[in-house]
């Protein structure tokens, strides 16, 4: 009545000590595993394996930490956008990557983490956020660089995820992409008009820009897939519906011709039209910076927690009077009666 199996895969999906598992909870395994070949969606209440749970708490709480780490380096440049109309846009766009951050929160919430033990994990260096936020903006045109190659990205990696298993997820997704759209153009829009009715220092600035983030940017996709530990048990289970590489290849072959109508480079002179493949090749990337900077040792790796680190703690008055203002109306009617 009571057989046990041996679950070997641990709480990251790497070999630890054996679990023993009931017979009733292999039975609500095989039955998840039916509704995820199914096709069907994953609402917060249902029974789900543990390592799913954990799996995706991982995700979109990285995923939350970088829309708000995200916000950082565009956030710099706001007081110096060259026109009224260009500072709106970002102002914007900053905004909407916050509202990003906050959905993600919420669906992260339903997996039974409250959003301050997420704060706290980012706070103290033990949750990771995108490595593409880790490098400087340096000038205005890495405004629209961030816009055209990091949101299209993202896009990029994103519109397969309003399909995940995780219905909470999905949804939020949805949302997000949407908004991922209008900041993709705004970014390209912003280089078009540089590289079309710029100076020569304008277009200079553009190219410039455009070398600096091309590789970093391909990074985003995370490791080659012979070296992503989660991507196999995540498309099982329907949470990543296509591989890191598979990703990085649609969004280079979808690139390089918007590099083309804009009249910039890419730095790579591997890249070329690979007609057997039908697709493009490109040259090596190069991991070892990768893995420097998701360990925390890029450029602004530093600066970022520490700014995050900052306004937790300035915010900290304005949690206390939210509590306490919500503690004198939860009182209010019980004092009436
Ligand atoms: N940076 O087995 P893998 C935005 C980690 S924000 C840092 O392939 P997985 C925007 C990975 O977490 C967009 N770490 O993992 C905001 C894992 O470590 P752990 C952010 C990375 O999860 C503001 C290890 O490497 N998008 O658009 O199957 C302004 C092995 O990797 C990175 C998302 O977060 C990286 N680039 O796949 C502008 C999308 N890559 O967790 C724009 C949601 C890998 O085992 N996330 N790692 O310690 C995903 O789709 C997946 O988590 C990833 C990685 C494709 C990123």
Redesign the pocket.
């Known amino acids: 009545m009571y057989t046990q199996a041996m679950d070997l895969m641990g709480k ?2 790497r070999a630890e000590a054996p679990v023993l598992r009931s017979a009733e909870e292999l039975a609500l395994e095989a039955r998840f595993d039916e509704r995820i070949d199914a096709g069907e969606f994953i609402e917060a209440k249902d029974w789900m394996p543990e390592h799913y749970r954990k ?1 995706l708490l ?3 709480s ?2 939350a930490h ?2 708000i ?3 950082l ?2 956030g710099n440049w706001i007081t110096r956008a060259p026109t009224l109309k260009r500072k709106a846009i970002l102002l914007a ?2 905004q909407d ?1 916050g509202g ?1 951050g906050l959905y993600l929160y919420a669906a992260a919430e339903t997996l039974g983490t409250s959003r301050d033990q997420m704060f706290e994990a980012l706070h103290q260096g033990k949750a ?6 880790n490098y400087p903006t340096l000038s205005w045109a890495d405004m629209g660089v ?2 055209w190659l ?2 299209g ?2 896009i990029m ?2 519109v397969p ?1 309003c399909r995940c298993s995780y219905a909470p997820y999905a949804r939020a997704m949805v949302r997000i992409c949407r908004e ?1 759209s209008f ?1 993709q153009r705004q970014g390209f829009d912003s280089l078009l008009t540089m590289m079309k009715q710029g100076t020569q220092a304008q277009k200079d600035m553009v190219q410039d820009a455009v070398n600096r983030w091309w590789w970093a940017t391909l ?5 080659p897939d012979d ?5 196999a048990q ?1 498309m099982r289970w329907g949470i ?1 519906r296509i591989s ?1 590489d598979d ?1 990085r290849q649609k969004f280079v072959d979808a690139t390089v011709e918007q590099a083309q109508l804009l009249g910039v480079s890419l730095p790579d002179p591997e890249l070329r039209w690979n007609e057997e493949r039908q697709h493009y090749d490109f040259g090596a990337i190069d991991w070892d910076e ?1 893995w420097r ?2 360990n925390g040792d890029g450029p602004c790796n530093r600066e970022r927690l520490a700014a995050r680190v900052k306004a937790w703690e300035g915010g900290a008055w304005v949690r206390e009077a939210a509590l306490a203002h919500a503690a004198k109306h939860s009182e209010a009617p019980r004092k009436q009666a």
Not at 227 to 231: G, K, R, Y
Request: hydrophobic content about 35%; charged content about 20%.
């Open positions: 990251e999906g799996t991982r995700q979109i990285q995923h970088s829309e780490v995200g916000m380096p565009e766009k900053v990557e990003h990771k956020y995108s490595s593409i936020f961030i816009g990091v949101d990205a993202a990696n994103q995820i991922e900041h990074m985003m996709f995370g490791p070296q992503s530990p989660n991507t995540s990543k890191n990703l990768f900077v998701v």
